[in-house]
């Protein structure tokens, strides 16, 4: 699997320098497939335990296998985990979202929490404000400067 999506990555990788808006219609019927049966193989390999005919009955679901666990995720969320192929905007991993968080955990280790739900919403506000500027390539404390001055740079949302 983690093959399959590294050739996936690199395919979409090839079509955006190329100037390509999306990967063809074969390409991503071919992918699809190829990771439906990887699925197939993985749930064929990590079968249920046997259940004994004279144990005990138990109460609720029966404990999985990390494994197992792993496929019915990436069987159920699917059409997450291959976003980036569908939607070139999607990136393949998550680390700039786990950066964008790391400042609230860090905040969160040193403070213990906030004073105040309002207090938290500005913290997130300011913070996702100057991330949203950072990605888009503007200067930070040019644009801090420009929105003490009553003169606010409003980034451009992206379609």
Known sequence: ???????IKAQVECAKEVGES???????THF???????LSDGFE????????ADAPKQRGQR????PKNLLDRLDWHDTAV?????????????????????MMKLKQKISGCFCSATGANQFCRIR????TLRKQGLTVLDTL?????NQPVFPVPLA
């Open 1 to 7: 699997m983690m093959t399959l999506l590294c050739d």
């Open 22 to 28: 999306g990967l063809s219609p074969q390409q991503l």
């Open 32 to 38: 699809e497939r190829q990771y439906q049966s990887l």
């Open 45 to 52: 390999v990590n079968l249920p335990p046997p259940v004994e």
């Open 63 to 66: 404990k999985q296998s990390p």
């Open 82 to 102: 291959l976003a980036f192929m569908f939607d070139f905007r999607v990136s393949f991993d998550n680390n700039q979202a786990e950066r964008d968080v790391r």
């Open 128 to 131: 996702g404000y100057l991330s």
């Open 145 to 149: 400067t420009s929105t003490f001055t």
